[in-house]
């Protein structure tokens, strides 16, 4: 999957997300692999914005390769395990991260 393939499933997926009770939020993620890139995650008021942009304000930065990224949001893939499997680094709020997985759970 190319980067712009992965964005174009995220925002399909943003749709059905419920972030209702969520009035902001900033994550960028940074895929290290086959095709690296950047892209963020911006929730403000209680809407969701994903662009291939890096975010410098960011409350935390996730960095994995692709195929987990997608395991996780298919829920083939816990946070928690991916994080302390190494397969997962968050730089910043981690509590940001939690948060966010729990998120896209729902």
Known sequence: MTMQELLDML????????????????????????????????IRDHKISIEPYEYNDRQCAITMKMDNLIKLINGKLDAVAAFTL????????????LEFSKLIKK
Do not use: C, H
């Open 11 to 42: 925002k399909k997926m943003a749709v059905d997300i419920d972030v209702s009770q969520t009035d902001f939020m900033a994550i960028q993620f940074n895929i290290k692999d086959r095709d690296p890139g950047v892209f963020y995650v911006e």
């Open 86 to 97: 190494g397969k997962l680094k968050v730089d910043g709020d981690i509590g940001k991260a």
